[in-house]
């Protein structure tokens, strides 16, 4: 197993009594890890105060400064147990700066009213999709890690302006043992739809805050491959609101993201 495996560097920080572990520069866009990454390790701290099993219900995050690669630590703390949810704490801190401040929410299964999504599941084939390592001259290197394609909308340095970016997306690595971490870092994986509408990079982009709901408990999701529509929904003063849909590969849906983020272009 390489270093730079996400199971590896996850287990390290599950294993570790000080919440510590460590990534290399591969992880990285620009100066600071990839915020899938950084945020997933804010959820194993999380995890580790819970006294049983609860499914993360929902994830906010403020991206405060760069993460650089190398050693990081959690600093997670318990704010309130219910008796049906518990909401944590945690700063994810490297070189002695907070560097990523979040709040999860965990919360038991209980029966309750359902309102179903509605069943809008049509997504292109991978098949007719642009694989990741076709377009790698434009994509941060981190998606080495992933095996995945854009399919309809916004590619991003394309020059053709869309406000959508679709895409299909799976781990390269066995990750069972971490299904919410799992499903935070592809929820992540998305750059600012914006980024569409530049036909060549470098235009520095990065995300400032992001709430992250689970529809349905993480541990509960049993296809590998997802699918992800996201959309921008508006975009003024170099700062993007865009808004996203994950779903699993038989057309559950399985979260909603939505991000703040800045972009200078």
Not at 212 to 229: G, K, N, R
């Amino acid at each position: 197993m390489q270093e730079s495996d996400l199971l590896q560097i996850l287990s390290r920080l599950q294993d570790s009594a000080d919440n510590i572990t460590s990534f290399d520069a591969s992880w990285s866009q620009g100066r600071s890890a990839f915020g899938g990454i950084a945020s997933a390790f804010v959820v194993t701290g999380m995890r580790k105060l819970l006294d049983s099993y609860q499914p993360m219900r929902s994830l906010m995050v403020s991206f405060i400064a760069p993460v650089p690669p190398g050693e990081v630590s959690v600093d997670a703390r318990l704010q309130r147990k219910g008796k049906n949810v518990t909401q944590v704490s945690a700063d994810l801190i490297a070189d002695g700066a907070v560097c990523l401040q979040a709040m999860g929410v965990f919360g038991n299964p209980r029966e309750a009213l359902r309102v179903a999504p509605p069943k809008d599941f049509n997504p292109s084939p991978r098949e007719q999709g642009i694989a990741f390592e076709a377009h790698a001259k434009r994509v941060p290197g981190f998606l080495q890690y992933f095996e995945g394609c854009w399919v309809d909308g916004g590619l991003p340095f394309s020059g053709r302006p869309s406000r959508h970016l679709n895409l299909w997306v799976r781990h390269k690595t066995n990750l069972e043992n971490f299904t919410t971490e799992k499903l935070v870092t592809v929820a992540d994986l998305p750059p600012p739809v914006i980024l569409s509408y530049f036909d060549k990079p470098p235009v520095p982009a990065s995300s400032l805050t992001w709430s992250l709901e689970f529809v349905v408990a993480p541990e509960s999701i049993e296809t590998e491959w997802f699918y992800l529509e996201f959309t921008v929904d508006a975009a003024a003063d170099g700062y993007t609101q865009q808004s996203g849909r994950i779903f699993d590969e038989t057309g559950r849906l399985c979260a909603l993201s939505r991000q703040c983020m800045v972009y200078f272009g």
